[in-house]
């Protein structure tokens, strides 16, 4: 096969995704969300591949993953009929009641509360539902409610990678590679356990000093009532059946956003008294919309074959020592993405490692790196993840009001506590690779 030639096509759809790209990871210095320069991407890429015969408005709406949009979507949709039940402030009150001020313990039965909900709800829900009821359970108990908060963002983070519909980069990397909920589960159950429990006793050692204070007395009795019972229990019952298709989807016929589809669609009718208007409201459109961009935007460089000019360098290293790929993979992912978002990374590195395997080589390892490279990456800063910055906001915000810079989340706090987390959990992810290579080198299908 001859070896491709660098054109027009490709110096255009590169700009265009370079731009857009430093668009997205400098927002916080413009203020302009990333949601808008990725539809300023999408629809430079569209124009710009009509203009030099590349890409098309059609291309552009064939490029999109729509089992990542509409399986977030249904999943928000159904979060937010649950929150008002009062079912997940149920759950961080009685743990909190059952951990009888023993403050480790508290962040153990609250970090794996939050694990638990992140497997089959996205990290970023997870941390909104959990992070204003952490706050109010420290408040409570007069204690520095930072451990807890780093806590819940860390293990989130983390159990989000254990399954196909735990992060979103998850659903691109398992709706590329056609990986099924229980082949993804299989394959990074084990890794995120080992990681989970390097993050729990890490935040022992690191929050030795706040971890070590008498509590005051407090009871949660009252705060332990649903406040809407049979909603509460039906979603429950809804999520376990859920669960179930989850692990026989692939034997379905399904894709994983037909699931979650009628998951949903069987709530609406288990709960007749739904109101649409408002579940529909707490979806994020926005991220929605950010997704949909950005697979325009990589569809476009896809098509101009740039991704496949730059597969072409990075092909005699996968051949050479596929072991080694791998592992540079995964912390150069995790780099990243503790730099920038992972969404965007991962939405780049898919149609690479796509173009590898359309030249015959094994990629299988290279997926698995890359779910646990963005995965824990994410951990590395504040701003390595949405999780991470909605409790470095909500830190900042009690921090504001109590008028005690001592209660907010620093950049430099974050890189005291969460980067060595990170770094440990990368050095046991790369040992777990390493050891078990022949497991996560054999063939997905």
């Known amino acids: 096969m001859e070896p491709l030639v660098f054109d027009t096509p490709m110096l255009v759809s590169a700009i265009i995704l370079v731009l857009t790209f430093i668009g997205i990871f400098t927002e916080g210095l413009h203020g302009f969300h990333r949601a808008k320069f990725g539809l300023l991407g999408a629809i430079s890429m569209i124009v710009a591949g009509q203009i030099f015969g590349f890409y098309s408005p059609e291309a552009a709406l064939e490029a999109i ?3 990542v949009v509409l399986l977030l979507g249904a999943m928000m949709t159904i979060v937010a009929i649950m929150i008002p039940t009062g079912g997940f402030q149920m759950i961080a009150y009685k743990v909190a009641d059952y951990s009888k001020g ?42 520095n409610p930072i451990p807890y908060l780093l806590a819940a963002a860390l293990l989130s983070d983390t159990g989000g990678v254990a399954t196909l519909v735990g992060d979103p980069p998850n659903l691109m990397i398992g709706s590329a590679a ?3 909920f229980n082949t993804f589960l299989i394959h990074m159950g084990g890794i995120v356990f080992v990681a989970w429990l390097a993050i729990v006793f890490s935040l022992k050692f690191l929050f030795k000093k706040e971890l070590s204070v008498t509590p005051h007395v407090a009871d949660f009795t009252e705060q332990e009532k649903l406040a809407d019972p049979y909603t509460w229990k039906a979603s429950l019952g809804v999520l376990g059946f859920m669960v179930v298709l989850f692990i026989f989807h692939h034997a379905l016929g399904w894709e994983a956003w037909m699931v979650a589809a009628l998951g949903f669609t069987l709530l609406l009718f288990v709960v007749p008294k739904v109101d649409l208007d408002h579940a529909f409201g707490s979806v994020e459109i926005t991220l929605l919309t950010f997704f949909i961009s950005l697979f325009m935007v990589v569809g476009g460089v896809e098509q101009s074959h740039f991704l496949e000019y730059i597969g072409g360098f990075i092909q005699p290293f996968v051949e050479h020592d596929l072991l080694t790929s791998a592992i540079v993979l995964m912390w150069v992912a995790a780099i990243f993405s ?13 149609p690479v ?25 994410g951990n590395g800063t504040h701003l ?8 470095v906001t909500l830190s ?14 620093t950049p430099g706090l974050w890189f005291r506590k969460g980067t060595p987390a990170m770094i440990i959990t990368l050095i046991a992810s790369t040992i777990i690779m390493w050891v078990f290579f022949d497991f996560y080198a054999a063939p997905i299908h």
């Open 178 to 180: 056609g990986i099924d």
């Open 338 to 350: 503790a730099m920038i978002d992972n969404i965007p990374f991962t939405a780049a590195m898919v």
């Open 396 to 409: 900042e915000r009690m921090a504001k009001e109590n008028n005690d810079p001592s209660l907010a989340i």
């Open 65 to 67: 993953d729509w089992n």
């Open 102 to 143: 023993r403050l480790f313990l508290l962040m153990f039965l609250m970090g794996t509360a939050v694990t638990v909900i992140s497997l089959l709800l996205d990290n970023v829900t997870t941390v909104v539902i959990f992070g204003p009821l952490i706050v109010l359970i420290s408040q409570a108990l007069r204690v």
């Open 384 to 391: 390595g993840s949405t999780a991470n910055v909605y409790i």
């Open 353 to 377: 490692i796509l173009g590898l395997e359309a030249q015959g080589i094994n990629v299988t390892p290279l997926w698995w790196a890359l779910a646990v490279g963005v995965g824990m990456g």
